[in-house]
């Protein structure tokens, strides 16, 4: 973990304010992995309590990729540091089983390069422990909505990671890399200094669902490229690719 | 939280023990491992076990050469005999541990030494004066370098030493009077091989043993680091877990989870400083002061809860200097900020990594500044902090560009390469 502070409110489009986000809201099903019992359980509480339905917990890796297979939740509430896996092992494996559930990370200490695996692999969202309740069950609802769940930190992670890209490329003469567009660029550099969907959208003279789509887009190009580089690799080693 | 605990105690307490190595560790004051033997040594033992044979089929020949003018030919063949039969015994167990015992080769010295002095026996006196070879000939060197490769350079010139005393024993006592030259250009020689392969195999020795000793400290390093990794882990989440609750309990109990809050914010800072410094020989280190400062841990020294560092993933390393500048010319802004953008303020400093250049972007959501006072304070030189970022960007070939709003903060981006600047170079060797 290098950055001191992965704070700021987490943006989510919509808000808890839209109709169908209060009305998913009571079946919004929940998976909470983590190795700590106390934060487990303060975590499952505090779902349970605003309404959403804790169908499981886990507090190992392997434990979390089993449970979410076989309960299917809409959302897991992933902590990185986890005994025997990987978060992005967590990660890789329940996207891998092309099932709906959605993976937010919740993490205390996390080292960014971890977390930028987690997300390269598939995860929609991270949210530093130290968040507000609040601000904690927004993102839950938004990563069940199947909305990116970006914090300054996580804007800056994925934006340092396509200019390593550009970077690589230039240096090497490589194949393609995944692009930002102008625009997609500087919504994450606005996402990255703390402002709010609202704001980029007021300062661009652009809607928030606009600016939601931008990012939702950045995302979306990093998870494709990280398949289309599984897949290569996968060619070059003469592996067949599950689905 | 109390399970957790002793979770936690009972893994810190089983892994430093965990050194798989420690165990089957040898023992210095024993006999050295053949299994790990440094490279050097094992390849000089390697090639004492194809000298051995060579030497003795040489002495044979050297024998059966001048067989008819010996005094005692059967004592000849009763001495290379028995010479064969102990190289042909080494021979067999060659690469085995006994055979690299300070016994074994005990024997095989006193056995070269009873064959030179045997020479006396077999051969005439006038033939020995006459400058023949001693009767095992060149076998002798084998204990010589074997005892140097066991034992070392001492050993080596001792046991050459005595293969010399054998030496001149057996043609002094037989001239009545000193050594001739040959025979002592023959001693020395052999002195200088048992010195010269014996503190090879020392030097070898003393590398190999410093490498294993880095290898252990390295892991020993490693396994604290994951160590701490967990136990941080566990602390910051405490923290952040005790600053959770307290606001639930609100009153007092919120002031408490405040210190938490603040004790938390300051533990990940300082995790994250000392897990990205690079250790010691690393790139950072090899590359010297010119390109080996990670942007990150510089500037996250700026956080503190209104002012969030958002870094990539990877290092951004930067020459010294100008991690100096611009940790100078965000501390400035960030001052600038705490001053003019109000108290709630908060300030981002995003750090990224374009390649070449390095870009930093200071935004605030403060008050911010109303369009055209920004033109009005430059014309009456109220730009004071403003103009000192310019300069000192500018110093470095970079660039600093300043964006503000009423109501929308500010926002500084500064841009600068990360090497050093053509100018500086002659300046700053």
């Known amino acids: 973990m290098s950055g001191p502070e992965i704070a700021g409110g987490p943006e989510v489009a919509g808000g808890p304010e839209t109709q169908d986000g209060v009305l998913n809201e009571t079946m919004t099903r929940v998976l909470v992995a983590d190795d700590h019992p106390m934060w487990r359980e303060a975590v499952a509480r505090d779902l349970s309590d605003a309404g959403f339905d804790v169908v499981g917990t886990a507090s190992d890796g392997p434990g979390a990729v089993r449970r979410t297979l076989a309960l299917r939740p809409d959302v897991l509430v992933l902590d990185l540091n986890l005994p025997g896996m990987s978060g992005a092992q967590v990660c890789a494996a329940v996207v891998q089983a092309q099932i709906s559930t959605k993976v937010l990370i919740l993490s205390a200490s996390a080292e960014l390069q971890d977390v930028l695996e987690a997300v390269k692999v598939g995860a929609t969202g991270y949210l530093i422990k130290s968040a507000g309740r609040e601000e904690f069950l927004d993102a839950v609802r938004a990563t069940a909505r199947g909305s990116a769940v970006f914090t300054p930190g996580l804007a800056g992670l994925v934006l340092g990671e396509f200019r390593r890209l550009a970077a690589e490329s230039g240096v090497k003469g490589r194949r393609e890399v995944p692009e930002l567009t102008a625009r997609e660029t500087e919504v994450l550099k606005l996402v990255a200094t703390g402002m709010s969907y609202r704001q980029i959208g007021e300062h661009l003279f652009i809607s928030h669902r606009t600016v939601q789509n931008h990012v939702q887009n950045t995302l979306n190009k990093l998870h494709l490229h990280n398949r289309v580089e599984l897949v290569r690799f996968a060619i070059a080693k003469g592996l067949d690719i599950p689905g | ?429």
């Not at chain 2, 060197?141 to 050993?155: P, S």
């Not at chain 2, 030097?203 to 190999?208: A, C, I, K, T, Y």
């Not at chain 2, 680091?225 to 919120?254: F, K, P, W």
């Open chain 2, 1 to 429: 939280m109390r399970s957790s605990g002793q979770e936690r105690q009972a893994t810190a307490q089983a892994e430093p023990d965990a050194e798989p190595d420690a165990r089957t560790e040898p023992d210095p004051q024993t006999e050295p491992d053949p299994q790990t033997e440094p490279t050097v040594v094992a390849a000089l033992w390697r090639g004492l076990e194809v000298f051995r044979p060579l030497a003795w089929l040489y002495a044979l020949y050297s024998a059966s050469a001048r067989h008819q003018d010996m005094a005692r030919p059967w004592l000849a063949w009763c001495v290379l005999g028995l010479l064969g039969a102990w190289t042909v015994g080494v021979g067999l167990y060659r690469g085995h541990r006994l055979t690299r015992t300070t016994a074994v080769i005990g024997v095989e010295l006193a056995l070269a030494c009873g064959a030179i002095l045997s020479t006396r026996l077999v051969d005439t006196p006038q033939v020995i004066l006459g400058g023949a070879r001693t009767l095992p000939g060149l076998w002798p060197a084998a204990a010589v370098v074997a005892w140097a490769v066991l034992k070392g350079w001492r050993a080596g010139m001792l046991a050459a030493f005595l293969v010399g005393v054998a030496d001149v024993l057996e043609v002094g006592v037989a001239a009545q009077g000193p050594p001739n030259s040959s025979t002592v250009n023959n001693i020395v020689i052999l002195v200088l091989l048992g010195g010269c392969i014996g503190y090879c195999a020392d030097l070898s020795r003393e590398g190999h043993a410093a490498l294993r000793e880095a290898l252990r400290v390295q892991a020993r390093v490693r396994e604290r680091d994951r160590l701490a990794r967990t136990v941080h882990d566990g602390v910051l989440q405490t923290l952040s877990y005790i600053h959770r609750r307290a606001i639930d309990l609100g009153g007092e109990a919120r002031e408490l989870g405040s210190m938490a809050a603040e004790q938390e914010r300051l533990l990940r800072a300082l995790v994250s400083t000392v897990s990205d410094a690079p250790g010691p020989g690393g790139p950072a280190l090899a590359a010297g002061g010119r390109a080996g400062v990670d942007l990150r841990s510089v500037l996250s020294r700026c956080a503190d809860g209104a002012v969030h560092v958002i870094p990539p993933a990877g290092p951004v390393l930067v020459a010294s200097g100008v991690a100096e500048e611009l940790a100078a010319a965000v501390g400035a802004a960030l001052d600038n900020v705490r001053r003019h953008a109000g108290a709630d303020a908060q300030a981002w400093v995003l750090i990224e990594d374009t390649g070449r250049d390095v870009t930093v972007t200071i935004r605030d959501d403060g008050v911010g500044v109303p369009a055209g006072r920004l033109a009005e304070a430059a014309v009456s030189g109220r730009l004071g902090v403003v103009n000192s970022i310019v300069g000192r960007m500018s110093d470095l070939g970079g660039t600093a560009t300043l964006d503000s709003s009423p109501g929308a903060g500010t926002c500084l981006e500064l841009t600068v390469s990360k090497g050093w600047p053509p100018s500086w170079t002659d300046q700053h060797p």
